[in-house]
């Protein structure tokens, strides 16, 4: 994402920041067309541009970065001259920050390339809450004492805990892609469960027994 934006406002290079747990400082944690040392460095939220959208969760655009007072220090043998950023938002929450700039003479964002990048940023809130999502689920896969498996609404079978390899006798690699009816003893028995959590209030099903085929 980061990337397509540089290339879309047509502009030098840029950065992806995160807020840390406490939202007191923003880690670099994707840059485009910057050296690798600048990734992973961490900036105090204050009136630079990216504390700027942290405080307002709003976008924030600089011209003639180069003589701004607030610019970071850290930037400067960058000699960016022109600085635009949005707030990565998810759910009124700001998760971090996307900056493009650029290091032409006399180049000014307009209102156009910022509102483009704040689509941008959007996406890149969903990237991240779906990431975020896919993490937690494993966590809680890998914890689970119970066998687990995971599948999407065609039925096939996307991923499963070691508890699901240790129950069935198949490795995580057999059973991915694999349909998951072709693991019940009775292959309507994947229909009649999804009928039923489909059905569901809370898309939730229990008081329901059924019988799985093993590998041996």
Known sequence: ILDRS???LKANGGGLYLLDSAKSSLKLVAASNMS???EGRSYEIGPSVIGQVVNTKRPYRVSNYRNWPHRLQGYDTLNFTAVVAVPIMWQEQIWGVITVRDVQEGREFSQEEEDLLVLLGNLAAIALENSRQHETLERLMESAIHAIIAINEDG???????????????????????PVETLYFLSEDARIIKKRMLTSKNGRMTDHSTYIRSKT
Do not use: H, P
């Open 36 to 38: 690798a040392d600048f």
């Open 156 to 178: 096939t079978i996307l991923s499963c805990n070691e508890q699901a390899e240790k129950l069935l006798g198949y490795t995580i690699s057999e059973l991915i892609g694999r």
């Open 6 to 8: 540089v290339k879309l």
